[in-house]
């Protein structure tokens, strides 16, 4: 049994949003509110930056978690970006059950997109899916268990087409994309599984890279694209076959020993006469470790268009500032540290304490996390502790993500996009800045590293709070392997907002919410920015069946 949730919308000054499956946005600013949660603690917006606070970031170092049974509104600006984004609950490996789908922030229409009006906008979740709950896949990762290959790869929550009908069983529903024989679509991506990359491909069809993660990149076609766990890509795909018959679309795991099913979605021309046919498009080779790290560098940012803004993305020039703290971060494999499995950055584990560090933060609550999070890997035992890298507001800072485990993994920032300006295999050393791309790198907010490699990113903090740095992969993340960074702006203060929720030291100052109400009466309180309602209601849907 899976889960999946429906979102509903209809954007409005103030009310209630219904029936699309993808929340639309238009920069630079708006309120994300009323999440109906049930038992889910959080729904973290992945790689939407939460302009000048982090107080609604949605993740367990800035928010308490929802109780079960209220409703809770975030609300924040989305302010200086647009792009392909996407929400999924954050908390207790509750991602791996779904409670997923896509944001889309749109330019202004001041600020001219660098390509022509699609004739249709299709959001696409894909991700692995496993036959155990998510709860007795986070008893297997405590427990030393690995979580393996995945028992499928999913389409928006459903499973493959029946390809193979030695592989696939009968009477699995799967996703169809209707298209029009001579259009253009823009098809937004999106790996939001657990912790398996994937190389996604539409069959007979070139794919034009045009976004990811709110950067305009220069504009190539690809035949198939790697993406990792937590990244966007948005793609221009014109119909240009006869239309004769449907075609796959395609996610295959990669870097993993999988007999399983591929996803397999089918693109269906108006025109068609017939079913997809013939063997899925063609892999890359596994045994080309180049193949995918080549491809990512392939990948640049367009410097002569707007995006949030009407100035080239270009000018800021990122290459030419200078770096004023340089952190080097270790991850190791999973290890026992005073009798529990954990992982570590820089041999510190991140223990997550019962008050938000955001809220000490703010209160002035010592003892909570210390701001020592060390500059380069420890030469001493492994240790569990709530350590926070301090950061200068307006600081530009290079961190170099060493990747020491054999998994590839994804890394994410809060609150930022940074620029990823190289990735190799073997050991970083002074000598890897010769291979720096400083001109064109792309600013996105989640990157890969590969198997004992390293990637490296730099960024610009110039929006204040305490920002979440972790893996994306759910089971080293679970484990312990992120840390926050606080960047505090001493000019500026940051109340707290009249929606927070108190817990840990501070739970006294915790009133009992009038939002624990029926959803149907849930009122909603206008706020002066540009306001838009979201009602998210959790069903439970049978994925596959065995």
Request: glycine share 8%; hydrophobic share 35%.
């Amino acid at each position: 049994m899976g889960t999946f949730l429906d979102l509903f919308l209809k954007q409005q000054q103030t009310g209630t949003l219904w029936l699309m499956s993808k929340t639309i946005l238009t920069s630079p600013c708006f309120s994300l509110g009323i999440f109906h949660v049930h038992k889910i603690g959080f729904h973290y917006r992945n790689g939407i930056q939460h302009r000048k606070n982090s107080w609604q970031d949605g993740v367990l170092g800035t928010n308490c978690p929802i109780p079960a049974g209220w409703n809770w509104t975030y609300a924040f600006q989305v302010k200086d970006q647009i792009g392909s984004f996407f929400y999924f609950p954050s908390t207790n490996f509750q991602a791996a059950a779904g409670g997923f789908g896509g944001i889309i922030v749109n330019n202004r229409d001041i600020i001219p997109v660098p390509f022509g009006t699609p004739d249709g906008d299709i959001t696409l979740t894909i991700g692995d899916w496993f036959l155990k709950s998510h709860k007795d896949l986070r008893k297997n990762i405590e427990n030393g268990v690995d979580l393996g290959s995945p028992d499928g790869i999913l389409f928006n929550g459903l499973g493959p087409y029946r390809y193979d009908s030695t592989i696939v069983p009968d009477g699995i529903p799967y996703q169809v994309i209707n298209v029009e024989p001579g259009k253009t679509y823009r098809f937004r991506v999106h790996n939001v599984g657990a912790l398996t990359s994937l190389n996604f491909r539409i069959q007979n069809h070139n794919m034009l890279l045009v976004e990811t993660e709110g950067s305009y990149t220069v504009q190539q076609n690809y035949t198939n694209m790697d993406i990792h766990v937590g990244q966007s890509y948005s793609f221009l795909v014109t119909m240009d076959q006869t239309g004769s018959n449907d075609y796959y679309i395609v996610a295959s795991p990669r870097f993993v020993n999988s007999t399983k099913a591929s996803g397999v979605a089918i693109l269906h021309y108006s025109n068609s006469q017939g079913p997809a046919s013939g063997p899925l498009p063609d892999l890359p080779s596994e045994s080309d470790p180049s193949f995918s790290i080549n491809q990512a560098k392939s990948i640049r940012r367009n410097l002569t268009t707007g995006a949030a803004r009407p100035n080239p993305q270009g000018s800021f020039k990122y290459g030419e500032i200078t770096v004023s703290n340089v952190y080097l971060i270790q991850n190791k494999p999973p290890q026992l540290i005073n009798g529990k499995r954990h992982t570590t950055l820089n041999d510190i584990s991140f223990f997550i304490p019962s008050t938000p560090l955001k809220l000490a933060q703010q209160f002035n609550v010592l003892g909570i996390y210390k701001l020592d999070f060390p500059k380069r890997p420890m030469n001493r035992p492994p240790v569990v502790d709530t350590s926070v890298i301090n950061s200068t507001y307006k600081g530009f800072i290079e961190i170099i993500l060493q990747n020491s485990d054999t998994t590839i993994q994804s890394y994410h920032l809060d609150g930022y996009a940074f620029f990823v300006v190289g990735m190799d295999y073997g050991v970083w050393t002074e000598n890897s800045r010769s291979e720096y791309n400083k001109l064109d790198a792309v600013a996105r907010s989640t990157t890969q590293v590969f198997p004992g490699a390293w990637t490296a990113i730099m960024v610009y903090l110039d929006n204040a709070g305490l920002w979440n740095l972790r893996a994306q992969n759910l089971d080293t993340w679970y484990l312990g392997q992120e840390v926050y960074l606080s960047v505090v702006n001493p000019e500026v203060s940051d109340p707290v907002p009249d929606n927070a929720i108190y817990c840990g030291v501070l739970s006294s100052l915790q009133r009992d919410q009038a939002q624990r109400v029926r959803f149907s009466e849930a009122s909603l309180v206008p706020i002066v920015i540009t306001r838009i309602f979201i009602a998210l209601i959790i069903t439970f849907v049978g994925i596959f069946t065995k």
